[in-house]
């Protein structure tokens, strides 16, 4: 019974299809209003990271200045690190211009092992006088102490999953004042902190968190407030700013939900249940940076520090933290934090309030009824019209929200949930004329069945058997890196031998040959039903060739009845670099001709017994590089086996010797025609008594011919 003739189908599909598209959008309205449980959260994420993409941010305002150790920096002052009196350098320079706050986007943990009086380690020999006067004078620690103590800084700390030695799980506390309740339970929680050397540490005005969380490797998110231990500690960009206000606490406003808002003094941030906001990102603008090296030559006009959240950081390459963003694949830290100040000055936070996501289930619940309603009462055309008017009704509706609120409004889902709807609907259509094609079908099928019976049913099967394999000349159309040749001859209509050839993708060829312990029909449909499976097998996984080898082993062995076994050979070719990994399960081994005058090699290794011969054994794969030119030949026993009129053998010997003559110069179609050939002469007219298959490849380079 074709699949539109089953009664659900008729009670699904009746009533023009309209059960159906009321099943079908419930479901789709679970599917929208929880996509993680579902797996669909990275199709919301995609349609979030597109709205940046397509309209980035614009910079309003530029509280944030970004002095840079940055390549110019090293080339000039040396290697990182610096020793930390270059660092007080740096920073009294700064301080010199009256910014409104310094943050320092670099963690210290350990003493500088460049301070005077660590000297004498790294430099063996020095006089006693020389080390006494050396000890006297201040460590590098000290000098960067005094420095950072004179001015409003803020130093970063580096939250971890995992406490270990030299880190904190007590951390010094910025006062907070909590309004409503307990926010601890629901921001991000670190089991510790790295914090920079303790005589550093203990005379800033300030310290904040560094980390940033990615979804799927990239930062959308930036939390405002986390948990370490039983304490809370601000963000790095938020603690810039409390300390720039002079104000002596944050505020964190929490409610049931989790926690509403951030402030410093009167300003307050909304933020997400969670502690963390959503960062509107702007592209990288070398406007930011200014490089520490112009700093410490003195050529910086001062006005472009004045008053100024200036956070000093690494943006060297190979140094600096740098995280994909929805705008650019890679972006320094230093820089998220400074676009997150200037997301609080400009009020420019993105948001995705709750009742958002009740509108975008409101806005498929909507356009689902109405295509329930108009589909099978209009025509194809303007069914597909209604549909891409309520596509781009909902996509405009969230570029809107998204230009001119900062609203994340998901369009994404709700357009591929009524695409699926519409899909459905016209299935529906589909189904009633297949129900009236089906009847016609049977009608056609009887007179075929007569008709095949009468010229020959095993002449049919033969045609859909040879029908089955793939060909050469149409398998990979214009890659001129690989050529193939395939042939099979059954010895009776139908036959027991197989061979398969298919991308795994752009550059790696899977092919296989085998033959079936059976000739005839039996054979013929246990060859259909390895051939099938194998090619599932590997297409599932993709895995390495023992692998699959094991797999389609367990797979065509699961319902073997008859006990039947097939000898198989398959092989993984990567067509970018000639690797050949090859797994033989008890076939004749394959041959390659290498390009030039090397001698004829017989791959003897990577076997094993016959699928199906051995339950659940341990296939293990070789390898082999080719070089351009070189060719891969394969055959069945129908090859070797072949009888002539005085019941000889072909025979290996004949075989080698016909490979060796054919030459390294003839093309596959020739080397495969060749031994086709040679084996019909040598029968002369005696009866074929085996399946006979070939496949001849070459791999002609990673650039073809």
Sequence with gaps: MHWSERRWVRVLCGSRGQPLGAALLMLLLALELAPEVFGLGPVRLAAFDAYQRWAPRTRHSAPAVIVAIDDESLRLHGQWPWPRTWLAELVARIAKAGPAAIGIDIVMPEADRLSPGRLPEFVPGMGDDLIQRLARLPSNDAVLARTLQASPIVLGVAGLEVEAPGTRRNVRRVPFRIIGGDPKARVRRFEATLHSAEEIDRVVKGHGLLSVDTERGVVRRVPLVAAVGDALVPAFGIEILRVAAGEPLLTVRAGARGVEAVGVGDLFVPTEPDGSVRVHFARPDPARFISAAEVLTGNVDAQLLERKLVLIGVTALGLSDYQATPVADRMSGVEIHAQLLENIFDADLLARPRVVAWAEAGALFAGGLLLIWLIPRSSPLASVA???????????????LYLKGGVLFDAASPSLALGALFTAMLVVTLAETENHRQSLRRQVEHQREQAARLAGELEAARRIQMGSLPHPTTAFPGDTRLDLYAFLEPAREVGGDLYDFFALDHDRLFFLIGDVSGKGLPGSLFMAVSKALYKSAALRGSGPV??????ADVEISRDNAEGLFVTMLAGILDART???????????????????????????DGGGPPLCAVDRFPYVASTRRLMPGDTICLVTDGVLEAMSPKAEAYGRNRFEALLEKVGRAASVAEVGEAIRLEVRRFADGVEQSDDMAILVLRWNGPTGR
């Design 578 to 604: 000639g690797v050949l990994a090859y797994c033989n399960a008890g076939h004749e081994p394959p041959y390659v001709l290498p390009n030039g005058d090397h001698p004829l090699v017989r791959l003897m």
């Design 546 to 551: 023992d692998t699959v080898m094991r797999e």
């Design 386 to 400: 209604i549909y891409f008017l309520m596509v781009g009704a909902v996509v405009t509706a969230g570029v809107l």
